[in-house]
């Protein structure tokens, strides 16, 4: 299946005053819109994707990275070696890395880092990364040992995760204000509503970047992002709310807009332990009302793919389950009377500031009113629904794009806040969790999320797109998101 319609469009919006550059001279500065603004700046610390969208490969480095492909690359780690059990890895670390305030990156950082992630006390969003690390050996200040529980068939590109980045215990506890890497940028500021502002790393370790300054402008109202970039007070949106604008701003030369794919299942989420959702009829029932086209058409100007359960079209272990449960208000009505809800019922349906939840909510609730289910929309602040949707599970259901790369087994978690349970599930997700073989792993992944389809766990309903938007001028913008992340160290301005 092709997974995103991807192209490059060169295209002329009205005359609009720009920025009057002298002749030849490349900038070396840019703003980059946001939609949502990160509640901190401690990447180890806590489930927005926002924190990586500008911290990963930017402030903070692994071990490993991913590449603007989405490929596993080395990163402080020059090199390794895996036991023959595959149960030791020995990393080589890049000698002369400092972090941002100067102190020396050596083996007890990494040491430090992976047994504060693993710990009773970790507030790491992603802790189950590390959980089958037995033990962290620092061998000498350039080479550490990491030994794990039983063969991890995804470690190194598990290391290569946002949540994964490697900090100082110099720095660690005052990380959310102030962060302090080793990458090639470090923090200048943050006006909080308005801006986080990075500046060029000038003593990084690696290749330094070409960009001096990098402004990260949070605007969370849609209808304020085409303004925005024509005016030139912001140069890109990795992924921008554009709406019904985008066919206008494609048309206009100065910009290059980039339809990618991301790792963003966006989904209806259900909270499964909370009645009426407990019964599967009910949850089948919503399934069945789902139109998602008109979800797709409303939601994401129609570029979003339909997904049947929680798996990227763009993986190799995809399996197409978009069939199980048509578009079906009559068998979604014979459902609900089957489970004891002739008359339907009252819910809620919260929804968080990205346009895809808002513009999709509106679809939904018409939806399932539909089939009698009497939904009240309730518009919630990002920093709400992280405490009290996510982290509370006080909801009935809400829209959301968990865009966490291969994040199948976030349903085999107790406390997670769709609160689903199956062991069935479950045991799937730990033989693929020891698993190395690829053709096995692809039969298991096809088999989670046939359960996770057949339990009709959420709502699933389309993968998101990376409506990319910057100026044609602008050089090295990643044009998929393999992870939710603004990676700006090879973005560069042509003269």
Sequence with gaps: MNAFRKFTVATAFGAVATFALPAHAARTDLTLGMVLEPPHLDATAGAPAAIREVTYANIYQGLTRLDIDGKMQPALAESWTISDDGKVYTFKLHSGVKFHDGTDFDANDVKFTLDRDRGADSTNSQKQLFAHITDVEVVDPLTVRITLDQPVGNFLNDMARGEAVIVAPESADTNKETPIGTGPFKFDHWAKGSEITLVRNPDYWGTPAQLDKAVFRIIPDAAAAVPALLSGDVQAFANMPAGDALPQIEADPRFKVVIGATEGETILAINNGKPPFDNLKVRQAISYALNRKDIIDGASSGLG?????????????YVDLTGMYPFDPEKAKELLKEAGYPDGFKATLKLPPPPYARQGGEIIAAELRNIGIDVEIIPVEWADWVANVFKQKDYDMTIISHVEPNDIGIYARDDYYFDYHNPKFNAVMAELDKTTDQAKRLELLGQAQRILA????????????KVGVWDAKL??????????????SEVYWED
Aim: glycine share 10%.
């Design 475 to 488: 050089q090295g913008m990643w044009p998929n998101w393999p992870i939710f992340a603004n990676d700006l």
């Design 454 to 465: 057949d339990d009709a766990v959420n709502g699933f309903l389309f993968e998101l797109p």
């Design 305 to 317: 793919v339909p997904i049947g359960s929680h798996f990227s079209p763009a993986d190799p272990g």
